[in-house]
């Protein structure tokens, strides 16, 4: 069954530095998420990528934060310049259609981010 | 109020029993309405889909929409010790961007 992955699984970085987590959707989906779960959390949107660009962004996804389609396969998530509360498992979610119209979202598995 | 209310349990039941999960939610523009599974430092899993109000059965699980009241509800039945995790609500309309998740509830099935 194809399925979405993500790289790496776990990350521990130090406070300041850049981090890139890295995700291949499945391949026919057109659609790109990143959410985040700080522990014992919610789930919360961050951010949905369409046509090489960005369609909506939330609050939490300030200046810090960049998306990128670099090739056909991947999508990133980059975070300049990390701060101890960026620490949460960020999940990399796709869908093959719009979610307004029936298009069901598949998450990857997780990379958790530790920020020391 | 927040957009998504969902009870976050722990909520205990032994094998076999019958489970209620449920939601609320205060957007009515809500359309497409989605239950997900998500096991401990796991990826939310898609359980059930559904749009608008009515019942959907898949196997042991069924879900609910009641878009009057604003509510929706996850079943299962004959509940197994696998099906301990914790149970999202999520939620969109025809044209968003994202889905908004509840806070989940967290299930635990006694054998």
């Known amino acids: 069954e194809p399925e979405v992955t993500q790289t790496p699984s776990h990350q521990v970085t130090q406070m300041g530095q850049e981090v890139i987590l890295r995700c291949v959707p499945i391949?026919?989906?057109?659609?790109f998420y990143w959410y985040r779960q700080i522990l014992g959390q919610k789930v919360e949107f961050l951010v949905s990528?369409?046509?090489?660009?960005?369609?909506?962004k939330s609050e939490i996804f300030d200046d810090q934060f960049s998306v990128e389609r670099p090739d056909g396969s991947n999508f990133t998530l980059k975070i300049r310049s990390t701060k101890l509360e960026d620490s949460a498992m960020y999940f990399c979610?796709?869908?093959?259609?719009?979610?307004?119209?029936?298009?069901?979202?598949?998450f990857g598995e997780g990379s958790r981010l530790t920020v020391l | 109020q927040k957009e998504v209310e969902q009870d976050p349990g722990p909520l205990s039941v032994p094998e076999g029993a019958i489970v209620s999960l449920n939601c609320t939610y205060s957007?009515?523009?809500?359309?497409?309405f989605m239950w997900y599974r998500q096991y401990s430092r796991k990826g939310p899993e898609l359980l059930m889909y559904?749009?608008?109000?009515g019942n959907k059965e898949d196997g042991r699980f069924t879900a609910q929409v009641d878009k009057s009241s604003k509510y929706i509800s996850l079943f299962i039945r004959d509940s197994q010790p696998s099906d301990s995790a914790t149970y999202l609500c999520?939620?969109?309309?025809?044209?968003?961007?994202?889905?908004?998740f509840g806070s989940g509830t967290r299930l635990s099935i006694r054998p």
């Open positions: 990528f369409y046509n090489n660009e960005i369609s909506e």
């Open positions: 559904t749009y608008s109000s």
């Open positions: 957007n009515s523009a809500f359309q497409y």
């Open positions: 999520a939620m969109t309309y025809s044209s968003a961007s994202k889905i908004i």
């Open positions: 979610a796709s869908s093959a259609r719009a979610l307004g119209g029936s298009g069901e979202l598949f």
């Open positions: 391949s026919n989906h057109l659609y």
